[in-house]
Nanobody, 112 residues
Framework: QVQLVESGGGLVQPGGSLKLSCAASGLTFGSYAMGWYRQAPGKERELVATITSGSSTDYADSVKGRFTISRDNAKNTVYLQMNSLKPEDTAVYYC??????WGQGTQVTVSS
């Protein structure tokens, strides 16, 4: 059974940084694309960043240059380093594995 556990969310001031982590179990982590999506209140879930099994990355235009996705296959963990955070980054952030498995989400709130 696949389990994805996110951590690292919280409240941060505009311009600040957070690093999200997602620990995966139940599948061969290194074989799967991983990613982060987010959903703000009243909005649809949207892609933030993905990383393939070969570590190729892709980002939403809104986060390019500010967010960095990475993975550590030895630790079965994917990360999202978020810098220069803006109030519009406020959302629940979800970890994705293989485009079919999801974590429970972690809240990120950017506010002064």
């Amino acid at each position: 059974q696949v389990q994805l556990v996110e951590s690292g969310g919280g409240l941060v001031q505009p311009g600040g940084s957070l690093k999200l982590s997602c620990a995966a179990s139940g599948l061969t982590f290194g074989s799967y694309a991983m990613g982060w999506y987010r959903q703000a209140p009243g909005k649809e879930r949207e892609l933030v960043a993905t990383i393939t099994s070969g570590s190729s990355t892709d980002y939403a235009d809104s986060v390019k240059g500010r967010f960095t996705i990475s993975r550590d296959n030895a630790k079965n963990t994917v990360y999202l380093q978020m810098n220069s955070l803006k109030p519009e980054d406020t959302a629940v952030y979800y970890c994705m594995m293989g485009y079919r498995n999801w974590g429970q989400g972690t809240q990120v709130t950017v506010s002064s």
